[in-house]
T-cell receptor, first 115, second 110 residues
Framework: EAGVAQSPRYKIIEKRQSVAFWCNPISGHATLYWYQQILGQGPKLLIQ????????DSQLPKDRFSAERLKGVDSTLKIQPAKLEDSAVYLCASSLLGTSPNEQFFGPGTRLTVL | GENVEQHPSTLSVQEGDSAVIKCTYS??????FPWYKQELGKRPQLIIDIRSNVGEKKDQRIAVTLNKTAKHFSLHITETQPEDSAVYFC?????????FGKGTMLLVSP
């Protein structure tokens, strides 16, 4: 089966600019996650969707980050305006919906550099 | 919220030796504990996971143990090979939200 797709793979912007990332999860996966992975650290959850509803966005910096999953499939994550500390790899993951936690499958990530 | 501590941050072994990575978690409601391997510049990939109703799970050279009372779990890799070199992350989840440790860089020397 096809894996989680993300684009772009790399993005370089200047601080205060805006940027958007796109994710297409594995077909049939109702749950979609966006993680931020700063160099040398583990992934940190930014937002979790179940179909097109938000389950957890407690760690999303809502003053500058936004995300949507309008039709319950693809998702976009936006940063506006970007700060230097936003430089990181942004990982999208998806999983099946179930009564207990299921394996999360990760995409290749988007490496963002903010200058 | 959940807090996951992972040790050591770096582990160097000789090929053929065993490697052990340990994690502790804070939320007693967590019931799912996956381990991910991330090679340089690549996506994290699940290598093994364990649920709270099981104390140990093995898959060839990899095993994971869970002590719910002490709230810690460990990854054991036997007969290490150079291709095992990567960063390993533990994680804990109560339902579906995963909290990751900071990672262990495993270096296996030939």
């Amino acid at each position: 089966e096809a894996g989680v797709a993300q684009s772009p793979r790399y993005k370089i912007i200047e601080k205060r600019q805006s940027v958007a990332f796109w994710c297409n999860p594995i077909s049939g996966h109702a749950t979609l996650y966006w993680y931020q992975q700063i160099l040398g650290q583990g992934p940190k959850l930014l937002i979790q969707f179940q179909n097109n509803g938000v389950v957890d966005d407690s760690q999303l910096p809502k003053d500058r980050f936004s995300a949507e999953r309008l039709k319950g499939v693809d998702s976009t994550l936006k940063i506006q305006p970007a700060k230097l500390e936003d430089s990181a790899v942004y990982l999208c993951a998806s999983s099946l919906l179930g009564t207990s936690p299921n394996e999360q499958f990760f995409g290749p990530g988007t490496r963002l550099t903010v200058l | 919220g959940e807090n996951v501590e992972q040790h050591p941050s770096t582990l160097s072994v000789q090929e053929g030796d065993s490697a052990v990575i340990k994690c502790t978690y804070s939320d007693s409601a967590s019931n799912y504990f996956p381990w991910y391997k991330q090679e340089l510049g690549k996506r994290p990939q699940l290598i093994i996971d364990i649920r709270s109703n099981v104390g140990e799970k093995k898959d060839q050279r990899i095993a994971v143990t869970l002590n719910k009372t002490a709230k810690h779990f460990s990854l054991h890799i036997t007969e290490t090979q150079p291709e095992d070199s990567a960063v390993y992350f533990c994680a804990a989840s109560g339902y579906s939200t995963l909290t990751f440790g900071k990672g262990t860089m495993l270096l296996v020397s030939p």
